[in-house]
């Protein structure tokens, strides 16, 4: 699985992050779960793993909707968190490393809260260059509506499961990833290619390195060629 990708790169990172809502400039990293493959011809090997919860800021408590998506309380976070900077620590460590192809479920949310999380700590330049690939634009690509990810793991059969937890959830995305090269062995051409909804507009804020393009659902052509 991905042995094509080690001309390229020499590390894939599939990282996901839970948090407190949807807008990264305000809201808050709460978990983060990250799975770094070292890649070879021989196919990928283990290199690190990452599984923290995030202590909230001052004053800051989860709202019953956040709690009940993902079983993750102010208590819990209170009680076994990480500070901030020690979070931003393991993750630079994570992210410190030679020729990365950075990959999530719904890439536009997970990269953005990681650069806001990363710039309070001044470690935003560690995302400067990084190549980043989208699995869930890829998914729009091959099946139809609709594309949570729990909806990508019942089409392809995988064993993963899409808990709302960090860890799985990035599980849950490697293994997605790999069923679909093994489907069709196009996914290098969806690097730094995001697609979106055109009813919704495109994603704010931007990412410098990002090509947006319009996904409708019409399915005909991939997207790279339109």
């Given amino acids: 699985m991905l042995e094509k990708f ?6 894939l990172i599939v990282l996901d992050v839970e948090t407190t809502g949807l807008d990264p400039q305000k809201d808050e990293i709460i978990e ?6 070292r890649l070879s011809p021989n196919g990928p090997e283990p290199a690190d ?13 989860l709202t019953p909707f956040i709690t009940g998506l993902t079983g993750i309380s102010s208590e819990l976070l209170a009680h076994q968190g990480l500070e901030k900077s020690a979070a ?25 809260f990681l650069y806001y999380f990363l710039r309070r700590l001044d470690k935003s330049p560690l995302l400067q260059g990084i190549r980043m690939l989208d699995a869930l634009t890829i998914y729009r690509d091959r099946r139809d509506y609709p594309h949570k990810l729990k909806d990508a793991i019942a089409a392809y059969g995988l064993s993963a499961e899409n808990t709302h937890r960090a860890i799985d959830d990035a599980r849950a995305a490697l293994q997605l990833l790999g069923a679909m090269e093994t489907e069709q062995d196009d996914i290098a051409r969806y690097i730094n290619l995001f697609g979106f909804n055109p009813r ?27």
């Fill in 6 to 11: 080690y001309h390229d790169f020499d590390h």
């Fill in 32 to 37: 983060l779960g990250g799975i770094c493959l």
């Fill in 49 to 61: 793993e990452l599984n923290m919860l995030i202590r909230l800021s001052e004053g800051r408590s």
């Fill in 88 to 112: 931003g620590q393991r993750l630079a460590k994570l992210l410190d490393v030679s020729r990365p192809l950075v990959v999530a479920y719904n890439a536009q949310f997970d990269l953005c």
């Fill in 200 to 226: 919704y507009g495109e994603p704010r804020p931007r990412i410098a390195s990002i090509t947006y393009r319009p996904q409708s659902f019409d399915r005909s052509r991939p997207l790279y060629l339109k």
